[in-house]
């Protein structure tokens, strides 16, 4: 390890952090909290490996998960904070697990690893079971509204993947489109006076992102048919028509548009899919996460064209560390230092603690070779860092 990436891993340990996405659970959730809990609400668990309570199960859970980056970052963020350096195995699992229940028995222990080891100046929450929250903890959250429900606006029994419709979260059935957009827009200001920052749009989980031009009356029509009337098409263009306004309603409060890119269904959900739709709301603060994965290309070539388009590489160092790495080099050679904002992305104290490790891993990482490069100055390599972790998001966010 030589002297300037330990100097820049040094600067970055040291630093106040603006974290721009996480799930983060309710206190509630924190209740009984141990081992396997922790693990059922983190990225290991999306592997698919079958966990139960016995020794041969813990044991096949880590030969199967023990090299995937999201392991290894959880398990980093695992022994810092608990405080041992062995790798988790079956044998101390039992052991980790009481520690784990033992520290969660203080309520303000989640709140305190965010705010006390993290580092967290604020969180920007996306709460998709209570869209708009802030968890109760205003002091710790910035709330993200999520959109996604209004995109189900077209049918009184349609709810998005996370159960929820104009209908379920405010007991409204839209009849008359104009009707339905200024009521979009009346519950989108009251969010943000109660303190939401920005809006978060996950579709990429329900349907593509190819959001295409759709005019007003083409719109208005599926209002007026049954649901078992309504054909694919017609529900996409009543889809694209609501996003264009939640699109334009952003711009119009000054609100960035957080999009889920890359990982989720597959089909359509490239950034690059949201080419038209960027070019035609160029007052809208389009903020892409994740980094289009696998498709990163598509984000820098967005870039290149698109001045209202802001990149977050949250969930990325988890998701692919060395992705994150190429990634993040690109964006320094695109100029874009100023826009590159992170987010951990994660629904728990421990696994934010890694995500955040894994940041600073790749900071230094690709910091270290541009000064040794020459490329940039040790001096550029923190003004970089800071602007990351910190300062870009700040500003785009406001706060």
């Known amino acids: 390890m030589n002297d300037v990436f330990q ?68 398990q ?44 967290y100046e604020k969180v920007i929450l996306d709460t998709y079971w209570e869209p708009g929250s802030d968890n109760g903890h205003p002091e710790a959250f910035a709330p993200t509204l999520r959109v996604n429900s209004f995109l189900f606006g077209y049918s009184s029994v349609a709810v998005d993947h996370n159960g ?12 008359d489109l104009d009707e339905y957009v200024s009521f979009m827009e009346e519950r989108i200001r009251a969010k943000q006076e109660q303190g939401c920052v920005a809006l978060k749009c996950a579709a990429a989980y329900e349907r593509g992102l190819d959001f295409e031009a759709v005019s007003r009356a ?9 649901p078992h009337e309504q054909s694919p098409l ?6 694209d028509y609501i996003f264009e306004q939640v699109c334009r309603i952003a711009a119009q409060l000054d609100l960035p548009l957080q999009v889920h890119t890359g990982m989720g269904l597959l089909g359509k959900t490239r950034a690059m899919e949201l080419n038209g739709v960027i070019g035609r709301n160029p007052d809208t603060k389009f903020v892409l ?28 160092p988890l998701l692919s560390t060395s992705a ?19 987010g951990c992305d994660t629904w728990t104290s421990e696994e934010s603690y890694g995500a955040l490790l894994a940041i600073r891993h790749v900071l230094a990482t690709v910091l270290a070779r541009k000064v040794e490069e020459g490329y940039f100055t ?6 970089m860092a800071d602007n990351l972790l910190w300062r870009n998001a700040k500003g785009l966010y406001g706060i």
């Open 7 to 74: 100097a820049l891993q040094h600067h970055v340990e040291h630093r106040r952090v603006l974290n721009t996405h996480s799930h983060h659970l309710q206190d509630q959730d924190f209740h009984g909290f141990d081992l396997d809990q922790l693990l059922s609400h983190s990225y290991v668990n999306w592997n698919g490996v079958p966990l139960s309570p016995t020794y041969e199960s813990r044991v096949n859970y880590l030969e199967k998960n023990k090299y995937s980056s999201y392991f290894v970052w959880l």
């Open 76 to 119: 980093k963020g695992l022994q810092a904070l608990y405080g041992f350096t062995e790798p988790l195995s079956a044998d101390n699992w039992e052991w980790l697990s009481a520690e784990i229940s033992r520290a969660h028995g203080d309520k303000q222990h989640h709140l305190r690893v965010l705010q006390d080891t993290c580092q």
């Open 164 to 175: 929820h419709s104009p209908k379920t979260l405010y007991g409204y059935v839209p009849k």
């Open 218 to 226: 083409v719109a208005s029509r599926v209002l007026k048919q049954r």
């Open 234 to 239: 017609d529900i996409k263009n009543f889809q």
């Open 289 to 316: 996460f994740h980094g289009s994965y696998p498709w990163t290309a598509d984000v820098h070539g967005l870039l290149r064209v698109h001045p209202n388009v802001y990149p977050d590489i949250c969930w990325l």
């Open 324 to 342: 994150a790495i190429r990634m993040l080099h690109e964006l320094m050679e695109g100029g874009t230092s100023d826009k590159v904002c992170w």
């Open 378 to 383: 040790l001096e550029d390599a923190y003004e």
